[in-house]
């Protein structure tokens, strides 16, 4: 089984700032991790996603995310941020084995970023 | 453009009353999804289907049901036995190299 932890509910930031949201997972199994945006009343949309390979991942909208094996973390970073930016970020985790498995979710951190 | 549609958007249910969800996919993925969000609570996995006929339930499937008759579809059902179903329930679906897909979600209230 896995878990996810975001270790901030809510970050504020001041636009032009840099950022990092952290999450930290656990699992038994290797993973595959994923990083979604949720607007007011919206689904998710998808930011990135580590599959394999380097593990550096470049998302949308100028966030990318390092995934460290050693410290099980995929922390999500943006060097300058947007008003645009505000929003709630979800980290997520799924088992390698089972493809089309359960995607496990954290709590959220709400990004509030202010002029 | 494929994508995930779900309605409606918004879904008013009287207390005792059964209610069913509607969530369709053209992205021909094999696996969906239901989802269920609270404020400060993230989102839970209702129940999950990774084949047509199949389907497992997640960490809260008490008061909900689930068909999949066909690749397309995974309607969910809110029924009177759940005490709590004020809620904002997100479907998604997934081929793991592109990851999941969500729709844009239905807001269920009891009124």
């Known amino acids: 089984a896995q878990s996810v932890t975001q270790l901030d509910s809510q970050v504020p930031v001041f636009e032009e700032a840099p950022v990092e949201l952290r999450c930290n997972y656990s699992?038994?199994?290797?993973?595959?991790l994923f990083w979604y945006v949720q607007y007011p009343n919206q689904g998710l949309q998808l930011l990135l996603k580590y599959l394999s390979g380097s593990t550096l991942v470049k998302g949308i909208n100028g966030f990318e995310a390092e995934f460290n094996k050693s410290q099980t973390s995929f922390h999500l970073r943006k060097p300058s941020v947007h008003i645009s930016d505000t929003a709630e970020y979800f980290c997520?985790?799924?088992?390698?084995?089972?493809?089309?498995?359960?995607?496990?979710f954290g709590q959220g951190t709400e990004l509030s970023v202010k002029p | 453009d494929g994508g995930i549609t779900q309605s409606p958007k918004y879904l008013f249910r009287k207390e005792g009353q059964n209610v069913t969800l509607s969530c369709e996919q053209n992205?021909?993925?094999?696996?969906m999804y239901w989802y269920r969000q609270d404020p400060g609570q993230g989102l839970r996995l209702i129940y999950y289907s990774q084949i047509v006929n199949d389907f497992q339930k997640g960490d809260i499937a008490e008061g909900y049901s689930v068909s999949r008759e066909k690749k397309e579809s995974f309607p969910l059902t809110v029924t009177s036995a759940q005490k709590n179903p004020t809620a904002f329930y997100l479907c998604a679906s997934s081929m793991i190299q592109y990851g999941y897909t969500f729709g844009s979600g239905t807001r269920l209230t009891v009124v």
């Open positions: 997520a985790v799924t088992g390698r084995a089972n493809q089309g498995g359960k995607l496990i």
């Open positions: 992205l021909n993925h094999d696996a």
């Open positions: 699992s038994s199994v290797s993973v595959y």
